[in-house]
Every structure is written in C-alpha cells, then in structure tokens.
Nanobody
Framework: VQLVESGGGLVQAGGSLRLSCQAS????????MGWYRQAPGKQRELVAS????????NYADSVKGRFTISRDNAEDTIHLQMNTLKPEDTAVYYC?????????WGQGTQVTVSS
C-alpha cells in the first residue's frame, strides 16, 4: 500500500485547511484509514480515523467539533477537513492505513498555524 498526502500549509489561527490522502496498491486489504500528527518533542498521536466504508469514525478529544474525516471509497482517498485551527494544531500530519497484517504510513505533510 502506498499513501500520498496533500494539502498541508501555513494558515492563521481560526482558518481552515483540507488534507487528502490517496491509497494505491493492495487497497482491498485496508481495514481503516486515519490521520496522526506529531509536533516537535511530542509523540505521534491519533487525530481521526475512519473504518473501511466510512461507517465508523473516531476523533481525538482535542479536535472534536473542529475536524471532520471523510472517505471516498471509489478513489481510495480520505480527507481531513480542519476548521477553526489553533496554534496547537501545528504538527506534521501523517496518513495511516491499517491492514490485518501491518500499518502503512504516508510521508507526512506539515501544518503550521500562526497566532
């Protein structure tokens, strides 16, 4: 499975960004996909995830009500709509695809929120 991310960048606090991640390869093996983030000096943490088919979603408490994860099964793509961004959302965001045998990761995309 290969994951290609897009959509990061620099935005002012209160603004919005949309991240996208397209999977290719043996995508039929994917059980769930999601977004993680890692800020400098901190551990990587789950931001949001969605099950295969998009029927079930999960969010970190810190982003509930501000971020929305969605899945386009036809394109094997997930999106993360991030609204009301805060400086503490600044991090490298990684796309994740979980199969029954391993996790796959994208290369990461930088999101920087200025105050």
């Amino acid at each position: 499975v290969q994951l290609v991310e897009s959509g990061g960048g620099l935005v002012q606090a209160g603004g919005s960004l949309r991240l996208s991640c397209q999977a290719s390869g043996i995508t039929f093996a994917i059980k769930s996909m999601g977004w993680y983030r890692q800020a400098p000096g901190k551990q990587r943490e789950l931001v949001a995830s969605t099950s295969n088919g998009g029927g079930s979603t999960n969010y970190a408490d810190s982003v509930k009500g501000r971020f929305t994860i969605s899945r386009d099964n036809a394109e094997d793509t997930i999106h993360l709509q991030m609204n009301t961004l805060k400086p503490e959302d600044t991090a490298v965001y990684y796309c994740n695809a979980r199969t029954w045998y391993t996790d796959y990761w994208g290369q990461g995309t930088q999101v920087t929120v200025s105050s």
